[in-house]
């Protein structure tokens, strides 16, 4: 994909060297170059095309093979050719790149044809609702000043929650929001999603995703990351009023980085350690750890290893992902995560 940026002065959505020259004659690149969202409509806002007309003829030139969202190849290729301003051989290779695409897929033997079960489905399972978080909601350019769900969802929830009867909610979306008691975070999945959703919330499968962030409690808890750097008053001193604590809420988020549920329970042995003391030079120590499934099913455990150097000569993350073991465990069986770590990880 193009990027949004410039190089020495050149859109890349247009910048014919490093596109067609660089990366697809020299480095010999036989896929396909995408642009970004609306990236030729925006060679016009970045000063170096007149229209979408004269985009289109820079991006075809420079080797962007597929226009996303602008329309301008749509609107304008077939006439450049045609005028004779673009030679008939650039779309020839843009086209060629995209069906050697789809053939390396298997479109051609297996297509595409159409959706599965949708959100709005998996809404109809008795005592589950889904709270989606419109995609157009999401993404670059989209903030909101507030993490809260989006407005009528949560009208929609305690209406529901005055039937008196369990629920279960699913949750669409892109970011983090203020979310309070258990859920299940969907995110914006592809066209398995609701076949996926439905053995989960049915007990076929067993959810075993982990958080690639920190949802924090409100919008004045941000930002919130587990890369976080101790300062002089630090955000845990529950004990002391003064150092960093919140006056209206818990200092700790509801849902940290790297947390999630599953069907079962897991219970962690002491750690045990191959050396106290880090080797001099090239050597390792191994970090392990019995894992239990306590529960009466089978489920899968990530178990994450953290670290934290307490004195250094610069200020280090309070915790910080260092590895993670995946392990599959029947109930009442016990497994052994062992990492291994080196002097790189804590430099």
Known sequence: MAA?????????????????????????????????????????NQGVATDLR??????????????????????HLAELVEAGQV???????????????????????H????????????????????????????????????IGLPAGQLEVLRAMAAIGKPLVVVVFTGRPLD?????LIAWHPGVEAGPALIDTLFGDRSPGGRLPMTFPRSVGHL???????????????????????????????????????????????????????????????EVSVDVTNSGNRAGREVVQLYLRDLVADVTRPLRELADWVSLVLDAGSIGTATFTVTPAQLS
Not at 120 to 138: C, I, K, L, N, Y
């Open 111 to 146: 297509p595409y044809v159409g959706a599965f079960t949708s959100a709005a489905e998996t809404a109809s399972v008795p005592g589950t609702t889904s709270v989606p978080e419109p995609g157009s909601r999401s993404g670059e350019a989209n903030s909101v000043a507030s």
């Open 223 to 285: 930002p919130s990351s587990s890369l976080a750097r101790p300062t002089g008053r630090p955000i845990d001193a529950a004990d002391d009023p003064v150092m960093g604590r919140y006056l209206d809420a818990l200092v700790v988020p509801p849902l940290p980085f790297g947390s999630g549920l599953t069907y079962t329970t897991f219970s962690y042995g002491p750690l045990r350690l191959s050396a106290h003391e880090m080797p001099l030079h090239g050597g390792s120590i």
């Open 4 to 44: 949004f940026t410039d190089v020495d002065g050149v859109p890349m959505h247009a910048h014919r060297r490093l596109l067609r020259e660089v990366l697809k004659d020299e480095w010999g690149f036989d896929g396909v170059v995408v642009a970004d969202w609306d990236g030729l409509g925006q060679l016009v």
């Open 87 to 109: 030679p008939l051989k650039l779309v020839d290779d843009a086209a060629r790149r995209v069906i050697r695409l789809k053939m390396r897929q298997g479109l051609f033997e």
């Open 54 to 75: 004269d985009a289109a003829a820079q991006a075809i030139a420079a080797g962007v093979d597929i226009d996303m969202v602008s329309g301008a190849y749509a609107a």
């Open 179 to 183: 979310l309070a008691d258990a859920v």
